[in-house]
């Protein structure tokens, strides 16, 4: 699949790490590094802006080594750029460490896997079909 895409950072198109990665990582174009103290969050931008084709969507997920190395996620996992947005792809981070962790340009900050979606069409009913799960969630299943 060929997606257009407008690249105005400084820094390469984003790219899969690996032959079988199923996504790219995007890096932040900052002008100066980013500080963000524990539990404070930041929109950092990418420079980049793309064109899905209509029935996919670009999810925008945490890249774990970022997770477990400095306790940065993506706070709204997974984000989420639709086929007719054009603006430029922001990333939303927040520190879940205890300490102050420092982001500086051009670092991968998270990965973007673009995927087929359907379109649903809803209509009311005033009963659904019963299923052996019924309401049950939350842990319903147990723990072990």
Do not use: W
């Amino acid at each position: 699949m060929k997606i257009e895409i407008i690249n105005k950072s400084h820094h390469p198109l984003p790219q899969y790490a690996t032959e079988l990665s199923a996504g790219m990582d995007l890096r932040c174009n900052l002008s100066e590094p980013v500080t963000l103290r524990p539990l404070e969050r930041h929109l950092f931008p990418t420079g980049l802006y793309i064109a899905l084709p209509e029935g996919y969507e670009a999810q925008i997920r945490p890249r774990s080594g970022l997770a477990l190395k400095k306790g940065l996620t993506v706070l709204n996992t997974p984000g989420t750029i639709d086929a007719d947005y054009r603006g430029e792809i922001g990333v939303i981070l927040i520190n879940l460490s205890n300490e102050q962790v420092t982001i500086e340009d051009g670092e991968r900050i998270c990965q973007m896997v673009v995927a087929k979606h359907e379109k649903a069409e809803l209509f009311e009913v005033s009963e659904l079909t019963e299923t052996g799960r019924g309401a049950g969630g939350f842990g319903h299943s147990g723990t072990k």
